[in-house]
């Protein structure tokens, strides 16, 4: 079933919504997460001399913009909830824009990397081809797109005040392909555990075409 524009307005409106809400409890509780293994996999794809500029795409409070930045590399944060944004300024000092993910204004060929760690999941399936060509056109040529997602059976819809649309991997492989990207890896997240207790898939992909 087609999402009506007021259908997609509540989707965005309720789940940045609950984030502004919970912005300070979110920030203590994720601030230890290890996301190394994904930070790894995006930037040992990108080709060319370092230092690169990464957008963290959905940056949240700005934990790995700092990361970013303590390995000698230009971050710049984008997320919709204005609460996030303005942590992610004042903790990493980075560049940060508030943007709505269905309303992006991004600078055409400008970043080697993009890291978008469990947020695409976020934004409802209908409209992921064009966010993802959104990205792909924000990329240079060449740069790599990293993504982790809760895996899933290719369902949408309401978690709580969070809506989230959730692909295994062919249907996540087929969206990525018809935005012009090809596949450099993927593998399930935590490391080191049995499949059923991997909930996140993390994938990494290189632009390629024009879409």
């Known amino acids: ?3 009506a524009p007021d259908d997609l307005h509540q989707i965005t409106s309720t789940t940045l919504g609950h984030y502004n809400q919970v912005a300070e409890d979110f920030r203590e509780g994720t601030r230890d997460h290890d996301v190394s293994q994904n930070i790894d996999a995006l930037l040992r794809h990108i ?13 949240g409070p700005g934990r790995d913009l ?8 230009t971050a710049v ?19 940060v824009l508030h943007q709505d993910f269905l309303k992006l204004d991004l600078p055409a060929g400008r970043f080697d990397g993009i890291f978008a760690n469990a947020v695409l999941f976020h934004i409802p399936k209908q409209e992921l081809p ?18 982790s997602n809760p895996r899933g059976e290719n369902q949408e819809g309401w978690n709580g005040p969070r809506y989230g649309s959730y692909h295994d991997i062919a249907a996540w492989q087929g969206l990525l392909t018809t935005a012009g990207f090809e596949e450099l890896e993927h593998y399930y997240r935590p490391a080191g555990l049995p499949l059923e207790q991997q909930p996140w898939l993390a994938s990494v992909w290189r ?3 024009v879409v």
Do not use: N, W, Y
């Open 1 to 3: 079933m087609k999402l």
């Open 47 to 59: 080709q060319g001399d370092a230092p690169f500029t990464v957008l963290d795409f959905g940056c």
């Open 66 to 73: 700092q990361t970013f930045t303590r390995l000698g590399h």
């Open 77 to 95: 944060g984008l997320d919709g909830a204005e609460r996030f944004a303005q942590m992610a300024r004042q903790d990493s000092g980075c560049e």
């Open 130 to 147: 064009r966010i993802l060509r959104q990205l792909h056109g924000a990329l240079k040529p060449g740069g790599v797109l990293f993504s």
């Open 207 to 209: 632009k390629v075409g």
